[in-house]
């Protein structure tokens, strides 16, 4: 029996190795990713009731789940040193000079896009991964073989067996566009859900593909790394006695290895080949899933390149490329502003139709005032405008001397001083980059903004009441307020284009459903300013009531944690208006939850007032997130890091060892689960 379920498991694990390298290697996938999941899961499930069968290079391992207590530092057997730099072709000649100079006259070169990624070094024994480090300083790296082992381009185990017995690969492990783009997506519709504006959507989205693939390769938990479906290539082999001649042999080898090597690797017989190479992708790049910032180029012939040797950082027989900054000139035509649901003003550059990256850009961001003065960007002006891997285009200077200093046009550019939607006059208060639009009762894209946040999935979850909904509610004039969703009648919502009698019955169920929205949440859905889902949480269970908030003084809100004087300022502020007071009155009336419920009341106390945890490690009795609620519940505050002010670090298993030193050092207090039930008990 036992050799039976051995034998089910390796043929399942080559059927599936087999469908990977061929869906991410070749590109040519042979088999469903329904089929492919199906298999996937068969193995996991006997692997889980037969644990002595599970092999570390199983293609279950590329799912996920193992938990690193820290990255290890980790002694490069070969030092990865940095290339040469070179921005022109005069400079490429030089290199080009260099080499024929030093005596090597007959040669060729080896020409790869220099991929904009996480460089990592891979180790094989017998043909299994056994070790993957990042580049670190170049004598140094950390060891993360767990999260590379989710990567389904790298293979676990390789194919064939001619490979030598022990070596090292090198490449650069990225994250493709079309990933980037999927996760910002992700990230943008949950904030829109959670009622940001486009400024703070812009702060909070990853900002390029290889600030992302590092801060990805860094996550503690693998399946995070997993679901983020990084991809790599791979451009360098090392090792003892290494049966090549040359560079590009090796790789063409390594490809049938089970390697992915890119196919737009060329050889050339001189440097004008390179040239050409280098002029076809300064274009070709941007057609690319990958960002690339230029071309390495090698001297192919081992023994050639052992003759050139190194200098103390760098090979003398290779040299980087590096493409300018995609970036063009085009027009300003005009500057738009938008306002957000917070009343935040963003200006918008609208440029004249332009080429930029692969993509057609007509529009860039200019933030605030203080941008547009910096760089006196005015209408009508020549201005260039830069990618550079970021998320929008971004003006990065003005061509003054397209200027046309008599044309009216050319005048300063003047920060509005009114809102573009209602008219009112801007704030801009001290300390703060934006403007703000004050009226935010009445301001349609505040007013429209601010249902969008209250109706949201962690506000009160109406999820049948829509962006597009709302707006035709408010443009027919059936809402002017967020109390006014509960006021909303069926024969009303039926004269709204599109609006079924099931969809009107769905809306008006999800309304009353919300009722019995927790008051924390329902603290959050009203979208005071600076008041975001954990603030509002601790202000419920600090008073337990929205009466009490709403008369609390300065000096008492400021007691709150996380609760400071621009925030508390905010809450007063937003109580004393007359108007508000009316709509939570309306609100009250519908049958909203503005108290703790008596659940929620009788697991409240005040053991852990004034006291701050963190919380670190697993526990065996509860998740860290039902701990952490419990520490607000009982009046106690959760911070992220260790300061002298924690009072604090509650322990569990595979705790972080430096965040136990950095408390050891401070003289922070470190208790265990069942210390912490003892205080609460």
């Known amino acids: ?19 990977n390298y061929n869906y991410y290697n070749l590109s040519n996938p042979t088999i469903s990713d329904f089929e492919f999941d199906k298999l996937l899961e068969e193995l996991i499930y006997l692997e889980k009731d037969y644990p002595q069968y599970l092999t570390p290079d199983s293609p279950s391992q590329r799912v996920g789940g193992a938990i690193t207590k820290e990255f290890k530092n980790v002694k490069h057997k070969y030092p990865m040193l940095s290339l ?10 030089e290199f080009d000079e260099r080499i024929k100079k030093a005596g090597v006259n007959e040669f060729e070169y080896v020409s790869e896009l220099k991929y904009d990624g996480v460089s990592i070094s891979l180790t094989y024994i017998e043909g299994i991964l056994t070790q993957a480090v990042t ?3 170049g004598e140094k790296g950390d060891d993360v073989t767990t999260n590379v082992k989710t990567i389904k381009s790298i293979p676990l185990k390789l194919r064939g067996s001619n490979y030598p017995k022990e070596f090292e690969i090198r490449g650069e492990i990225f994250m493709p566009r079309t990933e980037f783009q999927r996760i910002n997506e992700e990230i943008r519709t949950k904030l829109i859900e959670e009622g940001y504006d486009e400024e703070e959507i812009f702060e909070k989205q990853l900002k390029n593909p290889r600030n992302a693939t590092s801060g990805t390769l860094k996550q503690l938990d693998s399946k995070a790394v997993a679901e983020r479906k990084l991809d790599c290539y791979l451009y360098s082999i090392l090792g003892e006695n290494l049966p090549f001649a040359s560079h590009y042999d090796s790789l063409m080898e390594a490809k049938k290895w089970g390697f992915k090597i890119s196919a737009d690797m060329e050889k050339f017989s001189s440097v004008e080949g390179v040239i050409k190479y280098l002029a076809k992708w300064d274009k070709k790049r941007h057609d690319l899933n990958v960002e690339t910032d230029g071309v390495v180029i090698k001297v192919n012939s081992y023994e050639q390149q052992k003759f050139l040797g190194f200098t103390a950082k760098s090979p003398r027989w290779a040299i980087a490329y590096k493409f300018k900054a995609a970036r063009v000139s085009t027009i300003l035509e005009s500057i738009s502003y938008q306002v957000g649901r917070t009343g935040a003003i963003t200006p918008v550059a609208n440029l004249k139709p332009v080429q930029l990256a692969g993509t057609t850009v007509k529009r860039a961001s200019l933030h605030n005032a203080a941008i547009i003065e910096k760089l ?63 009226n935010e009762l009445s301001c349609p894209p505040q007013v429209k903004g601010k249902m969008e946040h209250f109706v949201s999935r962690k506000a009160m979850n109406i999820d049948s009441l829509g962006s597009e909904t709302i707006a035709q509610l408010y443009d027919a004039g059936l809402l002017k307020t967020i109390a006014d969703i509960y006021e909303l009648k069926k024969e009303d919502l039926l004269k709204i284009d599109r609006m079924a009698e099931k969809s009107a019955n769905n809306l008006l169920l999800g309304v009353e459903a919300s009722k019995k929205v927790p008051f924390e949440r329902v603290l959050f859905a009203l979208g005071i300013r600076h008041i975001g889902e954990t603030t509002a949480k ?3 269970f600090f008073y337990k009531n929205i009466e009490s908030i709403k008369n609390a003084t300065l000096e008492q809100l400021l007691e709150v944690g996380d609760v400071g004087e621009r925030t508390a300022q905010t809450i007063i502020d937003y109580f004393s208006d007359k108007r ?34 963190v919380v670190s490690g697993v526990f065996t009795k509860f998740s860290r997130d039902e701990i952490k609620k419990t520490i607000e519940q009982n009046g106690g505050k959760n911070v992220g890091s260790i300061s002298g002010k924690t009072n604090f670090v509650l322990a569990g298993e595979n705790m972080g060892p430096e965040k136990l030193k950095k408390a050891e050092k401070l003289g922070v207090k470190i208790i265990s689960e069942e210390d912490f039930l003892k205080m609460i008990s």
């Open 1 to 19: 029996m036992s050799d039976s379920i051995k034998n089910k498991i390796e043929k399942i694990s080559k059927t599936l190795e087999e469908h």
């Open 580 to 613: 508000i007071a009316e709509i939570l009155s309306k609100l009250k009336t519908a049958g909203l939850q503005f108290e703790l419920s008596d659940e929620q009341l009788t697991n409240t106390t005040e053991k852990l007032n004034d006291m701050s945890f």
């Open 84 to 93: 040469s730099n070179t921005y022109n072709e005069e400079e490429l000649r």
């Open 376 to 438: 006196d960007v005015r209408i009508g002006d020549t201005v260039f405008v830069e990618k550079g891997g970021e998320i929008i285009p971004k003006i990065i200077a003005v061509d003054e001397s397209k200027r046309d200093l008599f044309s009216d046009s050319a005048k300063p550019t003047l920060y509005i001083t009114h809102c573009p939607e209602c008219n009112s006059e801007l704030v801009r208060s001290e300390g703060e980059a934006n403007h703000y639009c004050p």
């Open 538 to 540: 601790k202000l419920a």
């Open 135 to 137: 580049r670190g300083d």
